[in-house]
């Protein structure tokens, strides 16, 4: 009855230590969950930060996007009213090229109306010299 008594206290003694090993695994396991948890909402807080992130630079693109084709349009709009202008201006012009043209030397006379003629000042020695020739 003894040996029976100590076995079934052996057996007593691996059970509770099975039990106590069993309660450790789970233990463990819960806290290997927990931690998986924790980086999971730590990956998950990153990315909805990126995607926010993300989101903020479309906008900001977006608004970038209508501020240049705002300009683009002004700009065109500037070279249409700059073109419209220069016809405007060209049209004198060849009006005058016209009218040089029906005369029989039309070079020297569109010469005259296109060339400004230029003044040439003597300089303070020429004007002695012009001066003192006249003297003599």
Known sequence: MYAAHTKITNLEAKVATLKRKLEEAQADRERVKNTDLAAKDVEIAELKRRLFEAHEKSESLEINLAAEKVKADTAEEACKAAEEVYDHLSL?????????LKHDDYVARLKSILIVPETVELSDEEE?????????
Request: hydrophobic fraction near 35%; avoid cysteine.
């Open 92 to 100: 004198p012009i060849m009006e005058l090229v016209t009218e040089a």
């Open 128 to 136: 002695e010299e012009a001066g003192d020739g006249g003297d003599e």
